[in-house]
């Protein structure tokens, strides 16, 4: 897979790039990752890449022409892309079915956004999609696009080392991951369930289920509403709200 991004600040994106799942999947040619300078792509001695907006306003927006030659380039150099993102507040939010999405294709360009914003035209001519990783605002879309790259990578195959603890992943499933420990068994009183230590898989399977909807239930309730489960996964959600209405009026009686 090939990423291409497009940034002001390529230096800004060295670090992440260079260390963890992502810098082994570049060195084994699992993906390849290049980073682009948006002002290589000007045409005044200034390498201006922005401006005041029309009708006024505060901020500076991001002019279209570099942006547009700097995709030029890169569909010359590389074919055209599967697929042109840009980092943007107003996009769609980005979630594990967008990465497992994004995952299947063969070649992305990620364009970073900074300032006030792009120009409306890289949105409607450019982009093929705006995505947003959270409702907050960050200085520029390099860190965005870093997110997206990382959880895009670890679930190309290769990437992580065991390709079972990506599956098991939290989101993977629809919920939240269940509770891990490790040794010892116990610490400053805090210990382990004990059903982690009897060697019981099908218990210790069935414990690590209902935890995760427990924690999915009490943390992320919006996740539940499209989870995919099963029978005996709806009868435990179902005994774990029981059991929540109990403690609840046990509260209130005390």
């Not at 891990?180 to 399977?205: C, K, M, N, Q």
Request: hydrophobic content about 40%.
């Amino acid at each position: 897979m090939r990423f291409d991004l497009v940034t002001i600040f390529p230096r800004l994106c060295d670090g992440p790039l260079g260390e963890g799942i992502v810098r082994r999947a570049i060195e084994r040619g699992i993906v390849d990752v290049r980073v682009h300078d948006l002002r290589d792509y000007t045409a005044d001695r200034h390498r201006t890449v922005d401006d005041v907006p029309y009708g006024g306003g505060p901020g500076m927006v991001f002019k279209p022409e570099p942006l547009f030659k700097a995709v030029d380039a890169i569909r010359a150099e590389g074919g055209e892309p599967d697929a042109i993102v840009l980092t943007s507040p107003q996009g769609r939010t980005f979630t594990q079915a967008a990465a497992e999405r994004l995952a299947a294709l063969r070649h992305v360009v990620v364009l970073c956004g900074r300032y006030e914003g792009v120009d409306e035209r890289v949105r409607e001519a450019l982009a093929s999609e705006e995505l947003s990783i959270g409702d907050y605002v960050l200085s520029g879309g390099e860190l965005a696009a870093l997110v997206v790259i990382d959880a895009v990578v670890r679930l190309l195959p290769g990437a992580v080392g065991d390709e079972e603890s990506v599956e098991a992943d939290s989101f993977t499933s629809g919920l939240l991951d269940f509770p891990v420990y490790t040794r010892p068994a116990e610490f400053r009183g805090l210990v382990v369930p004990g059903v982690l230590l009897s060697g019981h898989h099908a218990e210790i399977d069935r414990w690590r289920r209902r935890e995760a909807l427990r924690r999915t239930w009490m943390q992320r309730p919006d996740l539940l509403q499209n989870a995919e489960l099963d029978s005996d996964a709806r009868e435990m959600l179902r005994a774990l709200i029981d059991e929540r209405g109990v403690e609840h009026g046990r509260d209130r009686d005390n």
